[in-house]
């Protein structure tokens, strides 16, 4: 599985944009782009993943560049509790594939 | 999202006794199941891949004796932690994953996970 890269860190401000970056570069054609996140001693959380198009659901959006060597999750209006650490993993989608975690986005979200 | 409940939330036990960790897969039937550790401040460290009715394939570094898995059902796996020592004090996740067609769609969802303390 292709490997991805992200910033350490990030903070943002309640009730603004969350823009959360992820190179993936070496990402082959059949490979998915998957977003987790891991709040405080919890299991890591699904939220969202994409193939080559741009994804919204309920709780982010997923934008993904043409040449898919990098992705941008949004959170449109983050609250406190949107305060984890986030996983950007690229996955094949066949056979036993399985998700390989690296080190992640720590985002801050304060008052 | 589908629903993977792991049970026990938190174990305390003595050296060289064995623990089981039970994942459940609520709302579909999971073709295939993963368990992970993670230590504090680290990442998640996936330990081993099972499918139903087969044997377990462990990562590189993990002791197969050690962490025995059974995934007898598609809708249940267990990890036992023999004869555990206080290195094998983690937080350990399982994952759940169903097909296509499941309630899952191909998605890998994650139990609240089980912390494990052994004195």
């Known amino acids: 599985d292709a490997k991805t890269t ?10 603004r944009a969350a823009n959360l970056p992820c190179n993936h570069s070496t990402i082959s054609g059949n490979e998915y782009v998957y977003w987790y996140r891991q709040i405080h001693s919890q299991g890591p959380q699904y939220i969202i993943h994409g193939l080559k198009n741009n994804e919204t659901n309920e709780m982010a959006s997923l934008i993904i560049t043409e040449d898919r060597k990098s992705s941008t999750l949004i959170l449109p209006h983050a ?26 986005t720590r985002l801050l979200v304060s008052p | 999202g589908a629903v993977v409940s ?13 623990v089981k960790i039970e994942c ?21 460290m996936l330990m081993a891949t099972s499918n139903e009715g087969s044997k377990a394939t462990y990562e590189q570094g993990v002791e ?16 036992t932690v023999t004869s555990a020592h206080p290195e094998d004090s983690s937080f ?28």
């Open chain 1, 6 to 15: 992200q910033p350490p860190s990030m903070d943002c401000a309640e009730g």
């Open chain 1, 79 to 104: 609250t406190l509790r949107d305060t984890a650490v986030y996983y950007c993993i690229v996955r094949g989608n066949t056979g036993f594939q399985k998700l390989v975690f690296g080190t992640g």
């Open chain 2, 6 to 18: 792991q049970h026990p939330s938190w174990v305390i036990c003595k050296s060289g006794t064995s």
């Open chain 2, 24 to 44: 459940r897969s609520l709302d579909f039937q999971a073709t295939t199941m993963f368990w992970y550790r993670q230590f504090p401040k680290q990442s998640l």
């Open chain 2, 64 to 79: 197969k004796d050690k962490f025995l898995i059974n995934h007898a059902s598609l809708t249940l796996s267990t990890l």
């Open chain 2, 92 to 119: 350990y996740i399982c994952s759940a994953r169903g097909g296509r067609d499941s309630g899952a769609k191909n998605i890998q969802y994650f139990g609240a996970g089980t912390r494990l303390s052994v004195l």
